[in-house]
Structures are given as structure tokens and as C-alpha cells.
């Protein structure tokens, strides 16, 4: 069975800096792109984050996030990470990884993955 588990979550202080770490089991993890997403509030959508490629070699990142937040993989641990540094009280949310379907490329649509974690909460205060 297929599974995600996100750890890293916490509480800091703005400014501080998390290392969110993903872990998969049950599939091949280096075929698939991975993409982490936030959710702010229960009941609000998933926003994307940062994804990068199976090889590692092609990534992309939210707009708000480019310049502080770091997507890497390691295919021999099977992990993916998101190294969150100049952390904002905005960036309070429920971050989630994904595994992507395959052939849709390092996309920020929450369409082109198919296999959630179950969330980590980070919260940055002020």
C-alpha cells in the first residue's frame, strides 16, 4: 500500500527556518515528480507550493515562496523536502506532499497529483 508521511511541522517564530520532510513508501519513488501544497483553514483549498521532477533536476515554486522556500529529494531515501527558511506568519497552514500522475510534469495544479500525506502544521507566529 502506498503511503506519505509528512513530519517536520511546528512552531516558530517569523523569521525562523523548518525543514519539512516527506517520506513515501509502496511505489517506485523516483519515477514521480513530488509537489508540496498548504491549506490555510479547513475547508479551503489546497495551494501549491513548490514540485520538482523525479530526477531532481527540475523544480518550481509558488511565487510567494520563491527565494525562501527550498524543494530537494533524496531518490535513495525515498524522501522529498521543503526547507522553509525567512518563515512569515502567513506561511501558517497545513502543508501537505503529493505524488504526481505521471506525464504532468512539475505542475502547480492540484489536478496533476494523486496521493496525498496527511498534513503537517507549521505555524509561524509574529
Known amino acids: 500500500q502506498v503511503q506519505l508521511v509528512e513530519s517536520g511541522g511546528g512552531l516558530v517564530q517569523a523569521g525562523g527556518s523548518l525543514r519539512l520532510s516527506c517520506a513515501a513508501s509502496g511505489r517506485t519513488f523516483s519515477s514521480y515528480n513530488m509537489g508540496w501544497f498548504l491549506r490555510r483553514a479547513p475547508g479551503k483549498e489546497r495551494d501549491f507550493v513548490a514540485?520538482?521532477?523525479?530526477?531532481?533536476?527540475?523544480?518550481n515554486y509558488a511565487d510567494s515562496v520563491k527565494g525562501r522556500f527550498t524543494i530537494s529529494r533524496d531518490n535513495t531515501k525515498n524522501t522529498v523536502y521543503l526547507q522553509m527558511n525567512s518563515l512569515k506568519p502567513e506561511d501558517t497552514a497545513v502543508y501537505y506532499c503529493?505524488?504526481?500522475?505521471?506525464?504532468?510534469?512539475?505542475?502547480?495544479?492540484?489536478?496533476?497529483?494523486?496521493?496525498w500525506g496527511q498534513g503537517t502544521q507549521v505555524t509561524v507566529s509574529s
Open positions: 503529493a505524488i504526481g500522475r505521471l506525464r504532468a510534469g512539475v505542475s502547480d495544479a492540484v489536478t496533476s497529483y494523486d496521493l
Open positions: 514540485a520538482i521532477s523525479a530526477s531532481g533536476g527540475l523544480t
